[in-house]
T-cell receptor, first 113, second 117 residues
Framework: KQEVTQIPAALSVPEGENLVLNCSFT??????LQWFRQDPGKGLTSLLL?????REQTSGRLNASLDKSSGRSTLYIAASQPGDSATYLC????????????FGTGTRLKVLA | NAGVTQTPKFQVLKTGQSMTLQCAQD?????MYWYRQDPGMGLRLIYY???????DKGEVPNGYNVSRLNKREFSLRLESAAPSQTSVYFC????????????????FGAGSRLTVL
């Protein structure tokens, strides 16, 4: 059974710091991996999607990498800002044609001004 | 462009009462999903609908039923609510594809907070 883990559960950093969030999954047979942001009391917003054939995706100050063989993905946030404070979740789909996204429990990020 | 709309946003029920959570999307997405989010448990899939006319169980379907009314709407029904169903419920949608721009990206609604007393 696929399991997705995100460590640490919470993280506080000073403004301007570059940081890395981690996501691990137990079964490397994934179709894609997505990173999401969730603000308190709100729904999830997709940040980046990496296909299983890709190694990384970039959007602005965000860069997500994928290493299927080791079951790991990282989300790199450059020059963090207080507005980046949120919970970040990763999710994997288990294969082409299946629609079951398996989510991690998230990392709660606080960027201090 | 509204995206995914969920109603109601908040609901309090007594044990044994029934209710339906409504979800509608205006993005012409084929696939729709219902998740619940509980502290320390992450998001867990309750039911999903790969396309209009089909529904399938997810990880935690017991105590729930769903209806894919048409391509836009996917409802979640609690027939006899229990305190264990106190949670935040999220509806999401996506369009399947292989490498096409936007394919498989999940779009979420704002959530429905349900409390069962």
């Amino acid at each position: 059974k696929q399991e997705v883990t995100q460590i640490p559960a919470a993280l506080s950093v000073p403004e301007g710091e570059n940081l890395v969030l981690n996501c691990s999954f137990t079964d490397s047979a994934i179709y894609n991996l997505q990173w999401f942001r969730q603000d308190p009391g709100k729904g999830l917003t997709s940040l980046l999607l990496i296909q299983s054939s890709q190694r990384e995706q970039t959007s602005g100050r965000l860069n997500a990498s994928l290493d299927k063989s080791s079951g790991r993905s990282t989300l790199y946030i450059a020059a963090s800002q207080p507005g980046d404070s949120a919970t970040y979740l990763c999710a994997v789909t288990e294969g082409s044609g299946t629609y079951k996204y398996i989510f991690g429990t998230g990392t709660r990020l606080k960027v201090l001004a | 462009n509204a995206g995914v709309t969920q109603t109601p946003k908040f609901q309090v029920l007594k044990t044994g009462q029934s209710m339906t959570l409504q979800c509608a999307q205006d993005m012409n997405h084929n696939s729709m999903y219902w998740y619940r989010q509980d502290p320390g448990m992450g998001l867990r899939l309750i039911y999903y609908s790969a396309s209009e006319g089909t529904t399938d169980k997810g990880e935690v379907p017991n105590g729930y039923n769903v209806s894919r009314l048409n391509k836009r709407e996917f409802s979640l029904r609690l027939e006899s609510a229990a305190p264990s169903q106190t949670s935040v419920y999220f509806c999401a949608s996506s369009v399947p594809g292989h490498g096409a721009s936007g394919a498989n990206v999940l779009t979420f609604g704002a959530g429905s907070r349900l409390t069962v007393l």
